[in-house]
Structures are given as C-alpha cells and as structure tokens.
C-alpha cells in the first residue's frame, strides 16, 4: 500500500471505537503498495489492517470486494476477512473516504520466489478460481481489453519521455491484441494483481492472499497470465521457464486447462504485460504531490512484453501440449 489520506488519532479513536475490537494502541502508515491508504494497526486485542480506499477503486465495487473476502475464507482460502461494526457494517467512513478493517494475516511475501512457491502459488491460484465459482455477486473487469486504449490515451502525449517510441510500441500492441483477444475461455471471478507482494508465505508454505482490490470477473486463465508476468522473470527480466513450470504444475494438479486456455496463454501473457505497462505509465506520470508512494517502473513490463510478443505457444511456459 501507500498513503494518500492522512488520520489523525482523535478520527481513528472514533473509527475503531465503533467495532468490538478493544483499545487503540498504536497505528502506523504502510509504505508497500500503490492503490489505497492502509494502515497497520494494533488494539489490545489484535492487529488489523485498516484500508482508506483511494482513486482507481470504484466505491459501489467494494461489497463486491468484501463479501468476496468473505466468501473465500468460508470454503477454506486463507485470505484476511472484513471486521463488522457494532451496527454489522462492513464499510464505514474515515477522514473522507470509505474505510475498512480487515483481519491481519500471518507471514511474509517473498521478494525472490523459487520455483517450490511459484507451485505453491498455482495450487493457490485453482482453489481460488474454483472457491469463486459460486460467489453470487459479479464485478466487471475495469481494466480489460475495452478499458486499455482509453487508459493509454490519458499518457499519450507524455509517454515518449518515459522511453523513445513507446507510444508507438503500445499503439502496435494494441491493435493486436484487439484482433487477437481470445473470447469464451472459461470465466470466474479472478483476482487480477496476484502478484508477490500479494500471497503471504511462513515456512515456504503460502499461508494466504491478501489485497483483493482489482478481483473481477474474468477469464481464469488471464489471473495466471498475470502471474507468469509477475512470478517468473529474474531481476535482469529472463524468463525463468522452471518457475512457470512448476506454477503450472501447481495449478493443473488442481484444475486442469482446456486445450483453448493452453492456446491462448501466449496472447493473455501480452495483455497482461501490457495491462501493467499501462497502468504504471499512467501512475508514473501522475504521482500525486505529498503522497507516500514510489510508483512501480512501467519499462519493467515493457520488456516482459517484448519476451511474451516472441512466445509462439504455451509451449515456452513449460506447458505441454
Ligand atoms: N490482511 C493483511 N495482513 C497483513 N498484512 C497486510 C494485510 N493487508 C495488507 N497488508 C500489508 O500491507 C501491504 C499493502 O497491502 P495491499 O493490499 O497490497 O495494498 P495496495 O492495494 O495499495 O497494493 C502489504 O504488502 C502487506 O505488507
Ligand atoms: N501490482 C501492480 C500494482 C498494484 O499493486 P499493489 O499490490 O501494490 O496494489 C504492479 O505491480 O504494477
């Protein structure tokens, strides 16, 4: 997370005192993230984790985002659960914006993930996607490919100075990607920003999910596009295809792929990268002034798009086919 939206300790004494979660002791900003405000705070109960949403997450989403929590945790996923008010609410109000508490969850993410998490990772992922199959709300993707161009046009006329000839580069993607999109591959809700910072590991062993903010309802198998992007290159941004291997082990030891998913991972890798790309773009040109947040380097995914835009068949993820 980051902080945009300041607390002052008389606001935050009043929030809490609305749930049954005992004294405030102490509170702290997190510096980790980009989307919403979070804080960590201690009671003399417990930890939780306070969130303030911000900019990108649509107020009328975020039932959708709880009760999903919710939902997860009841078939078993470990992944922080919303605390209700005294009055049974999920969402409340701080300092302006709309607010919540959620549980804290054990364990740490891993910055360098080894094949054995990227497996663990997969295993995750499935029962996730099949955990979600019966959840009764539905959110669309706000960041699929309908909402890519118009996003790419807020950075147009400034993305050249991030890189000579990107907009070029993303206008060329684009077009592809709009003929090639695959459609009518199985769909459920998805997470769609399972990245490292987000899957929580003790021991090696993944111990949750956290940060459900962009889950939508999508194709399955584009959340494990996302993941080949954010899991399996190397600092120097090779591709790592024994990571992927095992993600993809992981996965399809729980749910296998239709042979339409294994031809279209190739393209649902470019969209993907290019989704990232985009968004990163648009927050590097925008950090707001006074914020406490370092927005996430766009050339990263430029370059794992240009990996993927090499890729003939899944075959290169280690899948075979
Ligand atoms: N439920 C939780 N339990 C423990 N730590 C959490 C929890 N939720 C968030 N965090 C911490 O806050 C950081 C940012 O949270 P995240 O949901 O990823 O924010 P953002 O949506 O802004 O990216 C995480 O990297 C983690 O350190
Ligand atoms: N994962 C995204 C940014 C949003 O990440 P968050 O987990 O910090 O909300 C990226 O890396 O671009």
Redesign the pocket.
């Known amino acids: ?2 902080v945009y939206t300041e607390v002052s300790d008389e606001e935050l004494n009043a929030f809490i005192a609305q749930y049954d979660v005992g004294q405030l002791l102490s509170y702290k900003g ?1 510096a ?5 405000s ?1 804080y ?1 705070v201690q009671t003399d109960t417990a930890y939780f ?1 306070l ?1 303030l949403y911000e900019k990108r997450v649509n107020p009328d989403d975020l039932p959708f985002f709880l009760k999903l929590k919710e939902h997860l945790a009841g078939k078993g996923l470990s992944c ?1 659960t919303p605390v209700a008010s005294r009055d049974g609410e999920l969402l409340g109000t701080l300092a302006g914006r709309p607010a919540a508490l ?4 054990q364990g740490m ?1 891993v910055k360098r993930p080894r094949p054995e998490h990227c497996e663990e990772l997969g295993k995750a992922m499935a029962a996730m996607h099949l955990a979600g199959a019966d959840y009764e709300l539905t959110r669309k993707n706000a960041l699929d490919l309908n909402g890519w161009r118009p996003l790419f046009e807020q950075s147009q006329d400034r993305c050249d100075t991030v890189h000579p000839g990107l907009g070029a580069e993303i206008t060329a993607e684009l077009d592809y990607l709009e003929k090639n999109w695959p459609k009518d591959l199985p769909s459920g809700v998805i997470h769609a920003d399972l990245f490292t ?2 899957v ?1 590991f003790l021991n090696d062993r993944l111990s949750g999910l ?2 459900f ?1 962009f889950a939508c309802n999508d194709a399955l198998a584009y959340d494990i596009a996302i993941c080949l992007n954010a899991w399996c290159f190397e600092q120097d941004l090779a591709f790592n295809v024994t990571k992927a291997k095992a993600m993809l082990k992981g996965y399809t030891s729980v749910r296998p792929l239709t042979a339409a998913e294994f031809d279209a991972l190739p393209v649902l890798c470019r969209g993907a990268a290019l989704r990232f790309l985009l968004t990163r773009l648009y927050d590097w040109l925008s950090v707001p002034e006074g914020a406490l947040v370092t927005p996430k380097d766009p050339m990263e995914y430029l370059k794992k798009l240009r990996f993927h835009q090499t890729v003939d068949s899944a075959n290169a993820y280690g899948l075979e086919g």
Not at 32 to 36: A, I, L, R
Not at 102 to 105: D, E, I, Q
Request: glycine fraction near 4%; charged fraction near 15%; aromatic fraction near 12%.
């Open positions: 997370m980051a997190i980790e993230g980009v989307e919403n979070n960590l984790i969130t922080p959620v549980t804290f969850l993410s910072d987000n929580f956290i940060d903010y």
